[in-house]
């Protein structure tokens, strides 16, 4: 098990470390922008930091010989990973057709090729998986852009057996202040007048649907109905029409205009334990992730300090460190699995 492990994580490392043209020519251009901005393309040491991290999801979610779903799996690196570790059987759903083709491909890479990983179209508010499909359901830096997160709950609720996990990672924490002022400037980017990305798309959906619209008025009805979406910006823009009066603000303004999706908003990760419980999954907070022996001193020894301290006191993770990382148990026994070599988990 060790050596088929090792083996397919040197095949995604030969992936990751290919030239920009090499990759350009077999993943759409999004699969290198993303992954050149996390800084993983071609640096050993940030993919063995990514390793590394699976493998800590992978032991939370107490993965080994079990069917793990991943919620908004992206392009499906930490669902391949999980699956490579140790997992029965892995599904990554994704809505965004291009990154399934990435998930696919990748699997399809993998030396030998993977049959315990499916990357797949699926919405995480309405799977149409049966209830109580998965023992484990992850969802990584995706909880904080959805538009009904006590819908994303229950359903991750229904798609777990009983005692099954629920691993969340999200970088939107809000009780980590130093990233603050950068995210509320990225929001009033996002409604800046007039080429900011969602007063463009709002001003293009209100003048589609209301063609007489135009000038100040068509702008005027834009600003108003900021933090709308979708029937709610209809419906508001009829209301000012025919009354006068102006729609009462949402408690968040800044949404995408045809979705609803957040861009990032901020969880408090306590409320958010407290939202768990409200979906039937016994919360808890679980440390920061700090990788192992691949920083230059003194990096290292600040990230050991650091998992020393927040290995003892999880909450104060939530402090110190941007992400935040949260894990719910669904009620009932822990399913049954089957055994894994111990080796295989330090494999890598």
Request: proline share 7%.
């Amino acid at each position: 098990m060790a050596d088929l492990v090792a083996s397919r994580l040197a095949s995604l490392r030969a992936v990751l470390m290919q030239s920009d043209a090499e990759i350009r020519a077999q993943f759409p251009e999004c699969f290198h922008r993303y992954y050149s901005y996390l800084r993983i393309i071609r640096n050993p040491a940030r993919i063995e930091h990514m390793f590394q991290k699976a493998r800590d999801m992978h032991r939370f979610l107490d993965a080994g010989g079990r069917e793990i779903l991943d919620l908004g799996a992206g392009f499906g690196l930490d669902a391949l990973l999980i699956a490579i570790y140790g997992a029965k059987r892995v599904v990554a759903v994704e809505i965004d057709q291009d990154m399934i083709r990435v998930g696919q491909h990748l699997g399809e890479r993998m030396n030998p090729p993977m049959i315990n990983f499916e990357s797949k179209y699926g919405d995480g508010i309405a799977m149409e998986s049966p209830a109580e499909s998965f023992d484990g359901v992850m969802a990584n830096c995706v909880i904080s852009h959805t538009r009904d997160l006590e819908g994303f709950l229950k359903e991750v609720h229904r798609l777990l057996r009983p005692g099954g996990i629920f691993f969340l990672s999200d970088e939107n924490n809000s009780l980590f202040l130093p990233f603050r002022r950068g995210r509320h400037r990225l929001w009033r980017q996002m409604e800046a007048e007039p080429d900011g990305s969602f007063f463009v798309a709002r001003r293009a959906y209100v003048g589609k649907h209301f063609p007489t619209l135009n000038g100040n008025e068509l702008t005027e009805a834009v600003r108003l109905t900021r933090g709308l979406f979708a029937e709610q910006i209809l419906n508001a823009v009829r209301e000012w029409r025919e009354t006068g009066h102006s729609p009462a603000k949402p408690d968040f303004l800044y949404r995408h205009p045809i979705d609803g999706q957040y861009p990032e908003r901020e969880l408090n990760p306590f409320w958010l334990m407290q939202k768990f419980r409200e979906a039937g999954l016994a919360p808890e907070l679980l440390p920061a992730f700090f990788s192992r022996g691949i920083e230059r001193h003194p990096r290292q020894v600040i990230k050991d300090v650091l998992r020393l301290f927040c290995t003892r006191w999880p909450s104060l993770s939530v402090c110190v460190w941007p992400i935040m990382r949260l894990r719910g148990r669904k009620a009932g026994p822990t399913p049954g699995r089957s055994p894994i070599p111990e080796l295989m988990s330090r494999a890598g």
